[in-house]
């Protein structure tokens, strides 16, 4: 009897549990969340780092090599918005593909434009390597000449002008903003003219609208300078023993 | 109120057992089940850890490290599963010259489950990601990305559902606008499609048809805007929608000190957390679950 009744207690059990399951559903009840940092404290796992290894030591022996000097550092930080990483950046960018641009069409590049998102890492002062020119400049962009007329020309510095960013012009701009955001231009020593057409200097990237410059869009003429602005600004360094690269007086913000 | 409802249920059954000298197993505590979500986001291909002399970063990330942290919360809680919300290319040589195979390589041994891509995964162009995906072993979801006319179609899904100590996980992924952002010759044919109307979608999909437990968004989409309120952003987001659980957001480098909580579109919880960049830290969530016979409208204790 009482076997018989520990089944019939069995059978309820099961068929309760059954159907408990069954029907059961899952309740969020509690979250708990962190951040949790990655430091020093930390010991790598070796088994990452011997996959690691090969493909860092093929690295390390390209981007160890030293390439110039830099007395201060070189970074982002804004004034009369301009950056010396900037400035750095127009000016050797425009040194290196004049040359280039000379032979090719017989013209005079007027300025440099690049956009301030594009300088992705600062050189801190000391020794300047190739890794810091590839932390700059990770990107595989090409330097372009875009011919532009008088009004596309005054849109790209409307557009300088709101932005209120430190995007890197190069000194042959001489630019005036004042408080209500009238302005005086000349360029390579000449008052600005909107009748006439200027020649720019920029990335591919920049030139197919990249951060909203659509002025660059549909040019008057466009000539590639075949060569990368990282290759630019590793070649630049090459040749120069210490970088020299300041706030200047291209931009005043009156 | 869940226990009360049960006991009620089996009243009679239990009265029975007791009778008998028999106790009940089982029924009497409530299962709890716990499911752990590790994340990265913007990694950009930072494989090392900083240099002890960067200036900010000093000896910080590295995904050797990772794996450690990574391998520690698993054998804590083997309910783990890792996800990376874009940005995994570009940022130091390791991409220029390897194109990203070991970032998938070292991704796929840290055992990630599910990510997403960020506008830099398009920098070596679509085929120049279509050429690295034979490293991942992991999956790649997007839901408002349409890769219909690209070398991506049928390899990136909008949505993955991943069971876990029976724990339903539905995890989707949502990009941000490639157009003025990234070169349209790299992203090709790529379609962005607009992130709220598409999560609405997704998420009454993944709770009504699909049942699932748990709804996580990785979104490249940003943060917040603050110069730029009206952008599409995670915060927008989170307020415009329900149904997600959890938002792991990435592409503004964004340094949360801990996940937000925002209410949602219907009144409830929903979490945002991004890690900032660079593999410096990693995010953990911890989903307690209960088993219940029913779902009721009392909403989780948040411990941030």
Not at chain 1, 247 to 254: E, K, N, P, Q, V
Not at chain 2, 249 to 260: E, I, N, V
Request: glycine share 6%; net charge positive.
């Amino acid at each position: 009897m009482k076997t018989q009744l520990t089944k019939v207690i069995l059978f309820i059990c099961g068929w309760i549990s059954f159907v408990s399951c069954k029907n059961s559903t899952q309740q969020l009840s509690k979250i708990v969340g962190k951040n949790i940092a990655i430091d020093s404290a930390m010991v790598a796992n070796t088994a990452i780092d011997s996959m690691i290894a090969p493909y860092k030591t093929q690295l390390d022996r390209e981007m160890q090599q030293i390439l110039t000097y830099t007395p201060v550092t070189l970074q982002k930080k804004t004034d009369q918005q301009q950056s010396n990483l900037g400035n750095l950046m127009a000016d050797l960018t425009y040194q290196m593909a004049q040359p280039i641009f000379q032979n090719k069409t017989k013209q005079t590049i007027d300025f440099a434009l690049f956009n301030s998102g594009g300088i992705r890492a600062l050189i801190s002062k000391g020794n300047v390597t190739k890794e810091h020119a590839f932390k700059l400049m990770p990107f595989e962009n090409q330097l372009v000449v875009v011919q532009l007329s008088g009004k596309k020309t005054e849109e790209l510095i409307h557009y300088f002008i709101q932005g209120k960013k430190a995007h890197p012009l190069s000194k042959q701009i001489k630019l005036t903003i004042h408080n209500d955001q009238s302005y005086e231009l000349s360029i390579r020593g000449q008052k600005f003219d909107p009748n006439k057409n200027y020649l720019v200097l920029t990335s591919d990237y920049l030139q197919h609208g990249g951060d909203g410059m659509d002025f660059f869009k549909n040019p008057i003429a466009l000539t590639k300078i075949d060569l990368k602005v990282r290759d630019a600004i590793i070649q630049y360094f090459k040749k120069t023993d210490t970088l020299k690269a300041r706030i200047d007086h291209r931009i005043t913000l009156d | 109120m869940e226990r009360r409802k049960f006991i009620k249920q089996v009243g009679g059954a239990s009265t029975l057992a007791l009778a008998g000298g028999l106790t009940l197993p089982a029924f009497t505590t409530q299962k709890q089940r716990h499911l752990t979500i590790l994340h990265t986001n913007d990694t950009h291909s930072h494989i090392e850890p900083f240099k002890p002399t960067h200036y900010r970063n000093a000896s910080k990330g590295g995904v050797a490290k990772r794996a450690t942290l990574v391998q520690q919360i698993r054998k804590e809680n083997p309910n783990t599963l890792l996800l990376d919300a874009g940005d995994i290319f570009q940022g130091t040589p390791y991409f220029n010259y390897f194109g990203g195979a070991l970032e998938f390589q070292l991704m796929s041994k840290l055992q990630y489950d599910v990510a997403t891509l960020g506008n830099h995964d398009f920098d070596n162009g679509i085929e120049g990601f279509y050429k690295q995906l034979p490293h991942a072993q992991f999956d790649f979801v997007s839901a408002n990305y349409d890769f219909k006319n690209t070398v991506l179609d049928s390899h990136v899904k909008p949505y993955k559902i991943i069971h876990k100590n029976g724990i339903k996980v539905g995890i989707f992924g949502l990009g941000i606008q490639l157009e003025g952002l990234v070169d349209h010759r790299l992203y090709k044919e790529t379609t962005y499609l607009d992130p709220i109307e598409i999560t609405k979608d997704i998420t009454q999909e993944l709770k009504t048809k699909h049942h699932c437990d748990l709804i996580i968004c990785l979104s490249h989409l940003g943060y917040h805007y603050k110069n730029n309120p009206n952008k599409i952003s995670d915060l927008m987001l989170a307020k415009a929608t329900q149904n997600i659980d959890l938002i792991i957001g990435g592409h503004t480098h964004t340094f949360l000190k801990k996940p937000t909580i925002v209410k949602n579109a219907a009144g409830k919880n929903t979490l945002i957390n991004q890690v900032g960049a660079y593999g410096i830290n990693l995010g953990r969530i911890d989903f307690y679950f209960d088993e219940v016979d029913e779902l009721t409208t009392e909403s989780a204790t948040i411990l941030v």
